[in-house]
């Protein structure tokens, strides 16, 4: 059984549109974040959840909407695509907040092209 | 604004030779984490290094943390192709954020 995984994992689409990637954890975890990998391979944090609060939003666009049914899930929902939204965007949670001892888990990533 | 620096960037090497990688900052961290990251996979946790000059080992791969807990570095001895993926060094950034290194690069030819 996959510990956190994310649907779909490759998705192309066109300029404008809008698109949504879905997160789910079977971790019992209560932190999850979306982090976006760009073509350099920079990782870098989007969003932090904790038991289904927003935490951190790093100064992401408003076209980036993300959001958490319950503590197991986190959505991104994408509108008016861009072509700089290009990348890999990897869900990852936490068993708690980030500590001195904590793990990451991260899912297999969603490749998104927008054309 | 916390950074972490990796170095090399890409680093190509044949099997069997030894490697070191670093991770440096100008900011203390309570703790750093290495992890690694394979084609179309999410990375994967290593180690995490939380006293100061603190080694792990981990099979081939050595793993220290900088006395001042502002820097980590990751050997590996004789490496393999199964090595061969992207490295990654982490720290946690207040309570609800990970910050991730610019990565390493390596490949390991047979």
């Known amino acids: 059984d996959t510990a956190v995984s994310q649907t779909p994992k490759y998705l192309v689409t066109q300029m404008g549109n809008d698109k949504s990637i879905k997160c789910e954890q079977n971790?019992?975890?209560?932190?999850m974040y979306w982090y976006k990998q760009d073509s350099k391979k920079f990782l870098k944090i989007m969003f932090s959840?904790?038991?289904?609060?927003?935490?951190i939003n790093e100064t992401v666009p408003n076209r980036f909407s993300p959001k958490s049914p319950d503590k197991a899930h986190l959505n991104l929902h994408i509108n008016s695509l861009e072509l700089g939204d290009s990348a890999v965007y990897f869900c990852?949670?936490?068993?708690?907040?980030?500590?001195?001892?904590?793990?990451?888990?991260f899912g297999a990533g969603s490749r998104l092209t927008v054309l | 604004t916390q950074l972490l620096e990796q170095s090399p960037q890409f680093l190509s090497i044949q099997e069997g030779e030894n490697l070191t990688v670093y991770c440096n900052s100008s900011?203390?961290?309570?703790?750093l984490q290495w992890y690694r990251q394979e084609p179309g996979e999410g990375p994967v946790l290593l180690v995490t290094?939380?006293?100061?000059?603190e080694v792990k080992k981990l099979k081939r791969l050595t793993f220290q943390f900088g006395d001042a807990r502002k820097d980590s570095s990751l050997h590996i001895t004789a490496a393999q192709p199964g090595d061969t993926g992207l490295y990654l060094c982490?720290?946690?950034?207040?309570?609800?954020?990970?910050?991730f290194g610019t990565g390493t690069r390596l490949k390991v030819l047979a």
């Open positions: 971790l019992g975890h209560d932190t």
């Open positions: 290094v939380v006293t100061g000059g």
């Open positions: 900011s203390v961290f309570s703790s």
């Open positions: 959840y904790n038991n289904k609060e927003l935490i």
């Open positions: 982490a720290g946690p950034s207040g309570t609800y954020k990970y910050i």
């Open positions: 990852a949670s936490s068993q708690r907040p980030a500590l001195g001892a904590n793990v990451l888990t």
